[in-house]
């Protein structure tokens, strides 16, 4: 396998480098597709100085082509995804999950392509007990009360756009 290659290429290459720089960062459980590679380029880290003072992405269509340029490149941050989910998993307090059926845009470490890319059964098949058993696992110090609370999760609350607002 080609380095890159395990990284899915952008969806619409014509749209590669027209999304606007901010979006959400979160929401990291799912996703549909890649919509582009970025790398943050920081004047102050010396990147050239093109937006005066200010930091910049570059986009990629490809993760090979952004890992590329990310070496290359002074002042330039490693690649992240921006990717799309048609439905995703919220998490507004820890260990508790909702199912979001609303469209978002979102900037990603690239290494979050790792998790699954969302199917009809990804969402209502989540394992919850597994990961609030991790996020418990990695808490300074929970309490009994929130290690028994987290560790009993079930199931996904499912709500669509008009009934969440992160």
Same mark, same amino acid.
């Given at each position: 396998?080609?380095?890159?290659?395990?990284?899915?290429? !952008?969806?619409?290459? #014509?749209?590669? +480098?027209?999304? /606007?720089? $901010?979006?959400?960062?979160? *929401?990291?459980?799912?996703?549909? &597709?890649?919509?582009?590679?970025?790398?943050?380029?920081?004047?102050?880290?010396?990147?050239?100085?093109?937006?005066?003072?200010?930091?910049?992405? !570059?986009?990629?269509? #490809?993760?090979? +082509?952004?890992? /590329?340029? $990310?070496?290359?490149?002074? *002042?330039?941050?490693?690649?992240? &995804?921006?990717?799309?989910?048609?439905?995703?998993?919220?998490?507004?307090?820890?260990?508790?999950?909702?199912?979001?059926?609303?469209?978002?845009? !979102?900037?990603?470490?690239?290494?979050?392509?790792?998790?699954?890319?969302?199917?009809?059964?990804?969402?209502?098949?989540?394992?919850? &007990?597994?990961?609030?058993?991790?996020?418990?696992?990695?808490?300074?110090?929970?309490?009994?009360?929130?290690?028994?609370?987290?560790?009993?999760?079930?199931?996904?609350?499912?709500?669509?756009?008009?009934?969440?607002?992160?």
């Amino acid at each position: 396998m080609k380095k890159g290659a395990r990284f899915p290429r !952008a969806i619409d290459p #014509s749209r590669v +480098g027209k999304y /606007r720089a $901010s979006w959400y960062a979160g *929401g990291r459980f799912v996703w549909d &597709a890649v919509l582009e590679y970025r790398v943050w380029c920081h004047p102050e880290r010396g990147a050239p100085d093109k937006e005066v003072g200010n930091d910049y992405y !570059a986009a990629f269509e #490809s993760y090979a +082509g952004a890992l /590329r340029f $990310s070496k290359e490149s002074p *002042g330039a941050e490693k690649p992240l &995804a921006l990717i799309l989910q048609k439905e995703y998993i919220a998490e507004p307090v820890p260990g508790q999950y909702a199912h979001v059926k609303k469209r978002r845009i !979102a900037e990603w470490p690239v290494a979050f392509l790792s998790r699954p890319r969302r199917t009809k059964n990804t969402i209502p098949d989540f394992p919850v &007990a597994q990961y609030a058993q991790k996020s418990t696992r990695h808490s300074a110090r929970p309490s009994k009360g929130e290690a028994n609370t987290t560790l009993h999760l079930t199931r996904i609350q499912t709500v669509g756009a008009s009934e969440y607002t992160p």
